[in-house]
Each structure stands twice: as C-alpha cells, then as structure tokens.
C-alpha cells in the first residue's frame, strides 16, 4: 500500500493486531460511525482500512468547511482530525465543535504533524480524548479509538 512505501509507518496486517480477544462485532462496537477529517489520501487509505477492518462506519471529508456542512448533516460517534487542513485549520474546527451545543460532546482525536506543545496543550484544553503525532502507531489509535467508543455517554462541558 501507497501508506507503506511513503516510510512513515512499519504496519502490517494482521488479524491478531485488528481484533485482539474477540471476534468482529462481539464487542458492541461494530457500526458506530467515525468522520475522519484529514487531507492527506495515504492517511486517509490507511485510516479507512483499520477503521473498517475492525467493523466501523467511515466517512471522510477533507477540509474545514466540508466537515461543518457533515456534522450539520449527521452525528459520527467519533471525529479524528488533522489539524493542518485547506480552509480551516483542526483547531478551528475543534473550538466550532466546543461552541456548538449539539456537538459539544462529540469525542474527537487529533492525528497530526504538529508536535509542538502549546497546539497540544490547546488540543486537551478543547477536550480532545487522544493526541496522535504523525508517523503514529496504527495499534495505539485503534486502542485508544476502541476505549473512547466503548465510553458510556456522558454530557460533559468542555469550556472553562
């Protein structure tokens, strides 16, 4: 795959790696639906291929604006978002999902290039529930993917 020969991760499928201790499904899990906004198409090949390997419902969008106009549409159980983006930056979207009184509690993971840490220190003050700096570990965002979907709803405030 493109993801592999572009160097940036030493993955490999493995079913062992996908379900570990149960088969598809058997973990409640299946069917929940995950809006990934990210622009880079190796990225998001990647992405598409563990999230539905492991029984997710995947919808992309590649920019700001375009994942707005989604979320006005339709609810995902989880956003993972890239914070450099055409038209508005991660972190604009992520403040947008903050104010927004339907979305406010929409549990969101940053998949980034930006290790600097006063975007991450932003990220968690927004209430992301994971921060990922690319090349990230296939395994460790599917574990931390699998442990926020399986969280019982909670209304909780993000603002201070």
């Known amino acids: 795959m ?6 940036f991760l030493s993955w490999h499928k493995s079913d062992d790696l996908i379900v570990i201790g149960q088969r598809k499904g058997e973990d409640g899990l299946s069917g929940k639906k995950i809006l990934v906004i990210e622009d880079d198409e190796a990225i998001i ?8 390997e492991d029984g997710w419902k995947v919808q992309v969008v590649r920019d700001g604006l ?8 339709e609810l995902p159980d989880l956003v993972i978002l890239d914070l450099r983006l055409p038209g508005m930056s991660g972190l604009d979207i992520l403040r947008e999902i903050r104010e927004e009184e339907k979305w406010r509690d929409l549990p969101v993971i940053i998949l980034t290039v930006d290790s600097s840490p006063k ?4 990220g968690w003050r927004l209430g992301v529930y994971g921060y990922f700096v690319k090349p990230f ?4 965002l599917l574990h931390v993917t699998r442990r926020v979907l399986s969280l019982p709803y909670q209304k909780i405030s993000w603002t201070a």
């Open 2 to 7: 493109n993801w592999l020969k572009k160097g």
């Open 66 to 73: 375009e994942a707005l106009s989604v979320l006005t549409r």
């Open 137 to 140: 570990d296939p395994d460790e």
């Open 45 to 52: 090949e990647l992405l598409r291929f563990l999230l539905e």
């Open 119 to 122: 975007t991450m220190v932003e």
